[in-house]
């Protein structure tokens, strides 16, 4: 039997099972090349990252407060310009109002004029043309009558007299009339300025109010923003809390407990610095968020906020610094022969540098300033150029 060459397709189940086989081993290979190895995050990266995006979200918060207040400002400082450009919109309204008054009568004054002059105008020319029809009438009479050449000039300027009366007072009416034509177009000048000066007027009202929507509006958006920002600051910042637990966990499985447990340590000469709060959250030397060595201890517990914070010697106070950056509100003591300790992210400070202190005697108040993922105290023992562990110089 010959092959005929053409090939031969399965078919039914067999075919469908075949191309669901393929379809499922182009996806093995598809994943196979895009996915790149799942990487877990350890404790203190992830601590780090949220850190971050919290930064990030208080960071967000501060500018959309600070747009509040700018667009606060602003809006206030609009207010007042439209107040402004308000009233001298009602002064420009009254000046158009009064000028118009003023083209009116000078319209008027100029239409009695003119009539004055038309109606002297045809008194003149029934004048003179009484004079012409005397003059043809009784011309010959006249002139036989007149019995001397002096009477006759005389009776010629007398006539002419009559006659260069009356066309001065056509000119002084007419130059009368032309003053107060010159006059209502100075008015009709200032009219037109008036009016440009108030539709200049009525679109700085227009702009400014227009202004004044886009101001509120963004103070509404703003405070919007402020306040999801917060929601998120709020989910964030708990995320923060367990990450921290999470990462301090491990390091008490590697050393060490993290409760204070009234014990007394060997050798200390420092008093406890927060009375009747023993938890330790975070000892000397462990992971902190960026994964370097803990550079002091961490005190707090669930009502540490606003506790005592007592100098854990005798010294002097040689800094009360506030507003720092990672320390918040701080403060440090010097004991004396090179040891100072540094209390940190106080709510207050109570002294002043150079003051003197006793062991036991309060010198702030335990807060969550600068940068603290909750209420606690911050201790650092520096010693001989360095730091060194609190917990060698504390006694329980």
């Not at 075949?18 to 799942?38: D, E």
Request: charged share 20%; aromatic share 6%.
């Amino acid at each position: 039997m010959k092959a005929t060459g053409t090939t031969i397709q399965p078919k039914g189940k067999g075919a469908r099972a075949l191309r669901v086989l393929a379809l499922g081993l182009l996806m093995a290979l598809l994943c196979a090349l895009f996915s790149g190895p799942v990487y877990a995050e350890t404790p203190a990266e992830k601590y780090k990252r949220l850190k971050e995006e919290l930064e990030q979200t208080r960071s967000a918060i501060k500018s959309y407060e600070n747009s509040v207040t700018q667009n606060q400002q602003l809006k206030a400082e609009l207010e007042k310009q439209k107040a402004i450009i308000d009233e001298m919109v009602e002064v420009n309204k009254q000046q158009i109002a009064d000028t118009e008054a003023r083209l009116r009568q000078k319209e008027e004054e100029i239409a009695d004029k003119r009539q004055v002059i038309y109606e002297n105008d045809q008194l003149l020319q029934q004048r003179l043309l009484a004079i012409y029809s005397m003059n043809n009438a009784n011309a010959t009479a006249q002139l036989l009558n007149v019995d001397s050449f002096s009477e006759l000039m005389l009776m010629l300027d007398g006539m002419r007299r009559i006659s260069k009366h009356d066309t001065d007072l056509l000119e002084l009416l007419n130059e009368q009339r032309a003053m107060l034509e010159e006059e209502q177009a100075s008015i009709d000048a200032d009219l037109a300025d008036l009016e440009v000066y108030y539709a200049q007027l009525l679109e700085n009202q227009e702009d400014l109010a227009q202004n004044i929507v886009t101001a509120s509006q963004n103070i509404s958006y703003a405070q919007a923003q402020v306040e999801a920002q917060k929601e998120i600051e709020g989910d964030q910042y708990a995320a923060l809390l367990q990450a921290q637990k999470e990462m301090q966990a491990i390091a008490g499985s590697i050393g060490g407990s993290r409760k204070g447990d009234g014990s007394t340590y060997v050798g200390g000469v420092f008093t406890w610095p927060v009375p009747g709060h023993y938890t330790i959250t975070c000892h000397f030397g462990s992971p902190d968020p960026n994964g370097s060595p803990h550079r002091g201890m961490d005190i707090s517990s669930a009502s540490v906020y606003g506790a005592d914070i007592v100098a854990c010697g005798d010294g002097t106070v040689i800094q009360a610094t506030y507003a720092h950056s990672s320390y918040g509100n701080y403060i440090v003591v010097d004991h004396g022969d090179g040891v100072k300790t540094l209390y940190a992210h106080c709510s207050q400070l109570y002294l002043s540098p150079g003051s003197d202190v006793k062991k036991g005697d309060t010198i702030a108040a335990v807060g969550s300033t600068g940068f603290s993922t909750g209420p606690h105290l911050h201790l650092e023992v520096h010693a001989d150029g360095g730091l060194s562990n609190p917990a060698n110089w504390l006694k329980g």
